[in-house]
C-alpha cells in the first residue's frame, strides 16, 4: 500500500530558529514530491520536486529530494510567526495527477 | 492571480440527503481532483477528472459518489445519500498538467 510519513507531527520553535521536515513514502509509479502550507483552509502550493538532488528555494523556505532514500526534506530558516501552519507532503502517483498526502507536521513559531 | 473557488464555504445536511459541492477550477486547467479532510485525519484522494471523464478513483469514491463538468467552468461533486461518516472539508483541486495542483478553500460538510 502506498504511504506517505512525515516527522516530526509537530514542532515549537522561536523566531529566527530553523527547521527541517522530513517526509518519506513508498509510493508505486512515483511521479513527483509536492510541498503545501495549511494555515487555515486550503494547502498551498510551495514546491513540487521531480529530481533527486536539485534544491528549489524560495524565500526562506528550501526542499530537496533524495530518490535513493525516498525522502524529501523542507528547510525554513528564520523562522517568523507567519511561518505557523501544517506543513503536507503529497507524492504524486501515476498517470492522473493522484496525490497521496502524509499525515503533515504542525509547526508553530513563537514570538 | 487566479484561484479555485468552492460554494458553499459550510452544508449542514440530513443523513440520506444528497449534496452537491460545487468548484470552478482555474479557467485555462484541464485537470480536475476532488480530496476531502476527515477532521484530525490526512487530506485523502477521491476522484481525478480528465477530459470529461473519471481517470482514476479511490476505494472512497463508490457508487454514492459522482462527479460532473456541467458546463466549461463548473466541477461538481454529489454525494447521493449522505452518511455520518460522509462529515469532512472536501477539497476541490486544479491543474494545468500533472504537476503542481491548486486547491480550492474546501466546502465542510456536517452530516446530521
Known amino acids: 500500500e502506498d504511504k506517505v510519513v512525515q516527522s516530526p507531527l509537530s514542532l515549537v520553535v522561536h523566531e529566527g530558529d530553523t527547521v527541517t521536515l522530513n517526509c518519506s513514502y513508498e509510493?508505486?509509479?512515483?511521479?513527483?514530491l509536492l510541498w503545501y502550507k495549511q494555515e487555515k483552509k486550503a494547502p498551498t502550493f510551495l514546491f513540487m520536486l521531480t529530481s533527486s538532488g536539485i534544491e528549489k528555494k524560495s524565500g526562506r523556505l528550501s526542499s530537496i529530494l533524495d530518490k535513493k532514500e525516498l525522502s524529501s526534506i523542507l528547510n525554513i530558516t528564520a523562522t517568523q510567526t507567519g511561518d505557523s501552519a501544517i506543513y503536507l507532503c503529497?507524492?504524486?502517483?501515476?498517470?492522473?495527477?493522484?496525490?497521496?498526502f502524509g499525515q503533515g507536521t504542525t509547526l508553530q513559531v513563537k514570538p | 492571480e487566479p484561484e479555485v473557488t468552492q460554494t458553499p464555504s459550510h452544508q449542514v445536511t440530513q443523513m440520506g440527503q444528497e449534496v452537491i459541492l460545487r468548484c470552478v477550477p482555474i479557467s485555462n486547467h484541464l485537470y480536475f481532483y476532488w480530496y476531502r479532510q476527515i477532521l484530525g485525519q490526512k487530506v485523502e484522494f477521491l476522484v481525478s477528472?480528465?477530459?470529461?471523464?473519471?481517470?482514476?478513483k479511490s476505494e472512497i469514491f463508490d457508487d454514492q459518489f459522482s462527479v460532473e463538468r456541467p458546463d466549461g467552468s463548473n466541477f461538481t461533486l454529489k454525494i447521493r445519500s449522505t452518511k455520518l461518516e460522509d462529515s469532512a472539508m472536501y477539497f476541490c483541486?486544479?491543474?494545468?498538467?500533472?504537476?503542481?495542483?491548486?486547491f480550492g478553500p474546501g466546502t465542510r460538510l456536517t452530516v446530521l
Open positions: 503529497a507524492v504524486g502517483s501515476g498517470n492522473t495527477g493522484k496525490l497521496i
Open positions: 509510493v508505486t509509479n512515483f511521479r513527483s
Open positions: 483541486a486544479s491543474s494545468y498538467s500533472l504537476n503542481e495542483q491548486f
Open positions: 477528472f480528465y477530459n470529461n471523464e473519471i481517470s482514476e
